[in-house]
């Protein structure tokens, strides 16, 4: 079965989901109620390390978005379908509301904002506030030098980094979980264990006015969160049951949550990877990060597992 990257381009829903090679996104997509990645709820400030991470090209037009989590002052982990083959700077944000409504007026360039006008303080530190004071950090992306491009199961490695120009203060890095820590969880128990889901993608909600079909919104862009059971964990992956009909949790990861974290007990153990509909209400794949191919490369970048 074809599999959907978690992100967001320019672009129609069908043409996005059914584009193997798609990465995250900004402009136009939802989650099945007002409030949530789909089901779940407006995380506030329950997991200020995690960020909302814009991609631009190499003449600095904005191209897509993705989710990230701090785990060291200066590096954010995230997938590598958001940062393979990117050309032009990354830009961070740890704001839990971007928009509640159109326009977004998120730079237009790493260096420029919405109006035009030149960002304060880019050049000089590699941290910038926009015009509606959101605070942006500045950083170069990675992806593993393994990623399959979504082609080998066994050898998925949909992992990236974003490392920031400065470090960022005032905010606790996530805890990235001991390698195999999710292999101590019993096959007979992972389907009645919740994994939280975080990130800044879409709802898929009935819109407002026409069509009354559940659509990928854009509005409210804001960092949300959801509780979701395990379903199947392989060497690579965990697959967890997204639908927000599923009374064991609350939903599941939908369009721009690609690269976004998943906790348990206290650890990032996954970043958001695909999903295999386009009204986000089924299996979300979420790229295991406690295992040693991901964990001896985040270790290049300083990054290392919890003791």
Request: glycine share 10%; hydrophobic share 35%; with cysteine.
């Amino acid at each position: 079965m074809l599999r959907r990257p978690r992100a967001r381009l320019r672009g129609s829903v069908r043409t996005i989901l059914l584009a193997v090679a798609a990465v995250a996104g900004l402009v136009t997509v939802p989650a099945l109620t007002a409030t949530a990645i789909t089901g779940g709820a407006p995380d506030g400030e329950g997991h200020p390390n995690v960020a909302i991470i814009l991609f631009y090209d190499e003449a600095d037009h904005f191209r897509y978005r993705c989710t990230a989590t701090l785990v060291t002052p200066t590096v954010l982990v995230t997938a590598a379908h958001c940062t393979a083959g990117t050309a032009g700077k990354t830009i961070a944000s740890f704001s839990s509301t971007i928009s509640e409504t159109a326009p977004s007026n998120i730079p237009t360039a790493p260096d420029v904002a919405a109006d035009g006008t030149s960002q304060t303080g880019y050049t000089q530190s590699g941290v910038f506030t926009d015009t509606r004071g959101r605070t942006w950090h500045v950083g170069a992306p990675h992806a593993h030098p393994q990623y399959s491009d979504f082609t080998d199961l066994k050898n998925w490695n949909d992992v990236g980094v974003v490392v920031l120009d400065t470090p960022v203060t005032g905010i606790a890095p996530a805890k990235i979980a001991p390698a195999g820590y999710l292999d101590t969880i019993a096959k007979s128990t992972l389907a009645h264990t919740l994994f939280t889901i975080v990130g800044y993608g879409t709802e898929v909600r009935k819109p407002d006015s026409g069509p009354q079909k559940p659509t990928a919104l854009s509005y409210p862009l804001i960092r949300r969160v959801a509780d979701a059971p395990g379903q199947k964990l392989t060497p690579q992956i965990l697959q967890v049951n997204g639908n927000i009909n599923d009374t064991r949790g609350t939903g599941g990861s939908c369009f721009g949550d690609s690269g976004g974290p998943t906790f348990r007990g206290g650890y990032q153990v996954t970043v958001t990877s695909y999903g295999y509909t386009e009204n986000c209400r089924y299996l979300d794949g979420l790229q295991r990060i406690d295992i040693p191919v991901v964990q001896s490369w985040l270790a290049t970048y300083g990054v290392r597992p919890a003791a």
